[in-house]
């Protein structure tokens, strides 16, 4: 059984101002998300799962499901404010979906084997995918995940302050925490996070989540237990986000489930902000020049 591609394409992209998921970066017309399509069919991925939201259902079918549909299973699953949402007494009307964790979450009707969850918005490299595509068939099992670290040097946007999540391990290279440290951007100073005491000082060489984790099915049971209990806990709070990072430093806590890390070296390229795009170009281009990508991709 091949391993599914989980696309989390229902973000607001607040900063960014706009749907930055159907963005076009490529020489054809590309988003970013065609290229994470790409190396996953071309690493040994068998579906790909969009999680969307309903409101631009047609225009995200239109721009990217389309393009895919008969190279590779295409299937969505929906996130709005209430999807999978435990009813709890006192709980505030919310304008926005729950988070990561929760964009998972609403797919469990959809994937039944191991897969790969990513952001719609980030890029990947090939070998996070055919790193992970091994994983998923070989070592996953229902209390034993993974989850991509990249090199945090290598995520930066050279527009403004990002958030990452810096990630520890055990000399085996199994997960023991993930740190979600904001306000990180580069200075001459080296690199920099809000801490608890003003900036304070990252390594470079640190590896971060980007969000490129890979689950078995079961996780979908966990997940339920988790939100539902984080749900109850943040009723009141219309701004509270149920975040995978977090949740796996739940499980980890817990006993409930292990994290290898998969190393990787390569560079990441996103659109946190809008002038972020023209580097994206470039950076795509010039794969394009190098044989790295056909043009058009589909």
């Not at 505030?92 to 039944?112: I, M, N």
């Not at 590896?207 to 966990?222: A, D, R």
Request: hydrophobic letters at 40%; one cysteine or more; proline letters at 4%.
């Amino acid at each position: 059984m091949k391993p599914t591609l989980l696309i989390l394409a229902a973000g607001m992209g607040s900063r960014y101002g706009g749907l930055k998921q159907l963005d076009e970066v490529g020489q054809a017309g590309e988003a970013i998300m065609d290229y994470s399509i790409y190396d996953a069919i071309k690493a040994g991925f068998g579906k790909g799962v969009f999680v969307i939201r309903r409101d631009f259902e047609q225009e995200f079918k239109e721009k990217i499901g389309s393009r895919w549909e008969g190279k590779v299973q295409v299937e969505y699953a929906f996130q709005g404010p209430d999807t999978y949402v435990p009813a709890v007494e006192g709980q505030v009307e919310r304008a926005k979906p729950w988070g990561t964790g929760h964009a998972v979450l609403v797919a469990k009707d959809v994937v039944k084997e191991p897969f790969v969850a990513i952001n719609a918005d980030d890029f990947y490299g090939f070998a996070g995918f055919e790193k992970m595509a091994n994983f998923l068939s070989t070592h996953c099992k229902p209390d034993n995940y993974a989850m991509v670290g990249y090199i945090l040097k290598n995520t930066l946007s050279e527009n403004g302050a990002v958030s990452r999540g810096v990630c520890s391990m055990d000399e085996f290279n199994f997960l023991r925490t993930v740190t979600e440290c904001t306000g990180i951007e580069q200075t001459d100073e080296g690199i920099l996070y809000n801490g608890d005491d003003g900036k304070q000082v990252l390594d470079a060489t640190s590896l971060v989540s980007m969000n490129i984790w890979g689950f078995h099915p079961h996780i979908f049971e966990l997940l339920q237990t988790g939100f539902n209990a984080f749900v109850a806990a943040n009723a009141v709070n219309p701004k509270a986000e149920f975040y995978i990072s977090s949740f796996a430093n739940d499980l980890i806590n817990s006993g409930a489930a292990s994290f290898e890390v998969l190393p990787n070296d390569e560079k990441w390229y996103g659109v946190t902000y809008r002038e972020d795009k023209e580097t994206v170009q470039a950076a795509f281009a010039e794969m394009t020049r190098q044989g790295k990508y056909p043009v058009p991709l589909w």
